[in-house]
């Protein structure tokens, strides 16, 4: 999928909301933990009551992983049934050298044809750069993640080229002190376009998306955290909006687990459809 | 496997060294091209020509991932038939923030009995933490790693809290200016021990290894990049060593891919037990 067909899709829908298929067989709604088949039944339910008020799905393939080979059989199956239309991302935070970057690129835009993948940026460039080769295709980079974990190392301050403007003309103030997360952006945006990159900023960091703005104003942000992970859908839309509107924002459990019984699939059809209308009016 | 049957290992065999099973169905001798089971045939040979030699094998989860199911199927077939007397490592890179990571901690420790899981540290301390709770497993977290793209985040020099001597007391010059990578290693050291944490540090760094066992001095150290990567063994166990030894020096194409022909299994082993009998010599 390419930046037009997704921004069409969001005027059109109304949305820009992603729904994250964080599918834990534990948690699934009783009358569905004896199917043969519970969790592809789940997200087939999830993914008919909540398409037409998203524009993207989102695989956490942890989720899946950890029913082994079954669960990467459902992966497949669930991606399948994601429509075409609707941006479909692989929630991997993959990242390793050269040549293992390309297994994992090939893995999740060939094996399984997913529009995008997210990627760790700890290991640098070469393990970015595989992901960027494919047409239509979208690398995710972690750039300020939503965890408690995000100040062990993301917001380190760190020191950086003197002169950077050369890399980025538009920002705002290269020499200022810049954290991890930032230099992250701005060199990470050097390796691609606004066409086949974008970055994940957690959204219980809503205050530092202008900052975040400035360094990277025109690419899409993947931003979770709203819902369970407690960020405010209003900032992030206040703060991280730009020209294409340039956000798509996960909800995961506060949609697939709005309700636990046999309701879950209206539950979180009602769910999604608040969020497209709280978006809407934020369009 | 705890530290204690590791060190053994090393002591018995006179060897440290881990061999890669970055297993590329492209690069299979042709012989063998055509078997229904080429991947887990290959990867069989390799273990029965190399255990003798090694102490460890490290599964690259991108190469079995970028077969699709098949590949999963053989990963699995794999790691059954690594010897329990040889720490099986997934070399799978996985992050992500707390109750995701917990899944692939049970992807790579309960679904997959693996040894040990090599973990990113770019998300923090949640997504470390569940790799640390089971009994005789360890992460392997990335400090600096081999490739070039270590460059453009792991050595950028960052400012740290003034005194972190409480936090490492043994630590040389706590108030130096310090890398990412240090900061990393000083941080995640705390989080576990040197029975359940481990720390990735690239051959072709050997230089840095003095001062990166000021801050680490008893971890155990996975060491790639020797080999096709350029690293120097010599350079490796002179910076590196411990007095438990402390280190495993992977090889991965220079294993596995010594010969490409009838005969690769011989090569193999003849690789192998090249680096085991350099190594007795550094112990």
Chains 1, 2 share one sequence.
Request: glycine letters at 6%.
């Amino acid at each position: 999928m390419n930046k037009q067909q997704l921004i069409a899709q969001i005027q059109e829908k109304r949305s820009f909301l992603c729904v994250g298929l964080d599918t834990d067989i534990t948690k699934l709604p009783a009358h569905l933990q004896q199917h043969p088949d519970a969790a592809y039944e789940f997200n087939k339910a999830i993914i008919d009551a909540t398409k037409d008020h998203c524009v993207s799905y989102k695989i956490n393939t942890a989720f899946y992983e950890s029913m082994g080979l079954k669960g990467w059989e459902i992966m497949e199956r669930t991606l399948a049934y994601i429509p075409k239309t609707h941006l479909s991302i692989a929630d991997a935070k993959r990242g390793d050298i050269g040549n293992t970057a390309a297994q994992y690129a090939k893995t999740f835009f060939e094996v399984l044809p997913f529009d995008a993948v997210t990627v760790a940026p700890y290991m640098g460039e070469d393990s970015v750069r595989p992901f960027l080769e494919y047409d239509n295709k979208w690398a995710i980079v972690l750039g300020l993640t939503s965890n408690k974990g995000s100040n062990d190392f993301q917001r380190l301050m760190v020191q950086h080229a003197a002169d950077d403007t050369a890399l980025l003309p538009h920002i705002v103030a290269p020499n200022r002190p810049r954290a991890l997360y930032e230099e992250v952006l701005t060199k990470v945006a050097a390796w691609g376009s606004t066409d086949n990159l974008m970055f994940v900023i957690g959204a219980t960091q809503a205050s530092q998306l202008q900052d975040i703005r400035s360094i990277i104003p025109d690419h899409f942000l993947l931003v979770p955290g709203v819902g369970a992970q407690g960020g405010s859908l209003e900032e992030v839309a206040k703060y991280g909006k730009n020209k294409d509107c340039g956000l798509l924002v996960n909800a995961s459990r506060a949609v697939i687990y709005a309700a636990t019984d046999e309701t879950f699939a209206e539950a979180a059809a009602r769910a999604a459809k608040d969020y497209q209308v709280e978006m809407s009016s934020y369009l």
